[in-house]
């Protein structure tokens, strides 16, 4: 009875503090401050779209330190918009990839081709494109620059969202039969819910793996012209051209920044906001905290501004799209009619693959000689177990730092910032490091360039290990305790099982990171001095400085094809694995 009163006693004062007008007032106005701030930030940026083309057309960033700010809030709503669309397209093509068999043979192979292509290579063709569109105006440009940095987070977020979906328990499926939901509300009341956790993780990588190229994308041009556009890319590469190390601590002192607040603002509320969809029976106390996801969800009057869009989230469930329809007529004429189509769509396959065969191959005859395939074959095979031994080690150190810190909210909570930092870190600015050191002790490129390649892609490992041991239900590991299970047995037997999938997303994704890093680390220069490590990066490398356009596209052909060979021959059979082992398939 005493601890009740207690309780009662405490719950009044917490009423009481609530409802104090002075706070009530405070902390509507600080929500309506933070959501009026990022539409002025959306729409200053945009203000700059409409500035003359041929502004942009030299390069005339400044390297002076008041313009960081304008510069910083540039990039980021750059990178803030491109994610927006990344998650779009993921939500489209890793749901229709997920619910259709057929589509999902053609989705697979084609993202793994995409995730190939060096992300650099979409640039010419993004800004001939974009620039088309809007050919008198920045706008053309900015939204390449986009593109560009769109084709840096998009596959990572894809496959994640496609790994949940194929992994969502088959009780959550059951129970939702039972309800008699449809196809359409099962997607958003049910299996959306269940990939928000590991997607918002990888949205924080993607989003830290695009710093990575932001120098590269915000300096692009089309033919003979240069486009440089303001931002934090542009001036650090300004800053490295012009050997300025001043203007390189002050862009990555922004960058610091910068993420610190996109953690702030974005990503620590996203982060508690998704535990409330953790697939658990048991209620836990949740000791994250985040000020900004705290003023804006008991802000009242963003509540009474943003409800038409609540109106319409809530009441867009209710729609009955794609109830399955009982059969009437003969299940035999229906089971001839699909099998028919069967055969129509797999000969459709077979002649499109025929045809670009065809074409792969009368290139490769025409402008290739057979020991020059040969050659580029062996290089690719080079890099192809190069990436692999870097990915397996990278495994081995990872997995228990990641379910160390995944265990550990308090851990995770004061990591998450740390490690967005460096993941966001532009790896290439130690290149010229590993140059002196390479040289003065006379090392062995082929073995020590080779740490550079996994030197930005590891974070794709380490955040999907922590994203899926965050997921863990909480009921599996009071079990765990109960029955006494630790060390390397709980590591073995609850763990790895449960974040196997996120294992294998992590790994595919640092797979595809690594190769697009090859090409750059495989060949690193710094002061006129150029080390090469022997491989199908350094070769590309090599022919882009030559301008030999068909040997680029010979290893861009051959990359595509050990990218696809790998995951075909590894990562895809671990899925089906994995689906086949926890019967979530």
Known sequence: MLKTNKMQKSNIIFLKNTQNPVKILFLNLTALIIVLSMFFCLSLAAKGTTIDINNYETAHVSLASSNLPYYALMTSVRIFIAIIFSLIF????????????????????????????????????????????????????????????????????????????????????DASIVFGLSSWQ???????????????????????????????????????????????????????TQKDWHAIIYSILTTLILIILYDKLIFQPLVIWSKKFKYEMVNTQDISESWVYNILSKSVLLKILFKPCVWFIKNIFKFNFGRPIALSTSTKIIFISEKKLNNIWYGAITLLIATLACYIAAFLYNFSSFNEITYVLFLGAVTSFRIFILIFLALIILIPIGVYIGLNAKLAAKAQPIMLFLAAFPANLLFPFFVIIIINNNLNPNIWLSPLIILGAQWYILLNIIAGVSALPRELLEAASLFNIKGLIFLRKVILPSILP?????????????????????????GGTTLYATGLGAYIAQNTVAGEYHNISLGVCIMCFYVMLLNKLVWRPLYKLTEKTLHLG
């Not at 769109?150 to 194929?166: A, D, G, P, R």
């Not at 993607?206 to 542009?234: H, K, R």
């Not at 996120?502 to 710094?526: D, H, K, P, Q, R």
């Open 90 to 173: 993921a939500l489209f093509i890793a749901t229709l990839a997920a619910k259709s068999k057929k589509a999902e043979e053609i989705i697979l192979p084609l993202l793994d081709i995409l995730q190939s292509i060096p992300i650099l290579g979409y640039a010419s063709f993004a800004v001939t494109f974009f620039v088309a569109l809007s050919p008198h105006k920045v706008l053309g440009v900015e939204m390449a620059v986009i593109f560009v940095i769109f084709t840096s987070q998009v596959w990572n977020i894809t496959f994640s969202m496609h790994q949940s979906l194929k992994t969502v328990p088959q009780d959550i499926i």
């Open 186 to 240: 099962r997607f958003w009341l049910v299996e959306l819910p269940f990939a928000v956790p590991g997607l918002i993780w990888n949205i924080m990588v993607s989003v830290s793996g695009s710093w990575f190229f932001i120098v590269a994308s915000e300096a692009i041009s089309v033919g003979n012209i240069n486009y440089t556009l303001p931002g934090i890319g542009s001036y650090l590469g300004t800053a490295i």
């Open 502 to 526: 996120y294992i294998i997303t992590g790994s595919l994704c640092a797979s595809g990171g690594a190769w697009n890093a090859s090409i750059v680390a495989e060949a690193v220069n710094w």
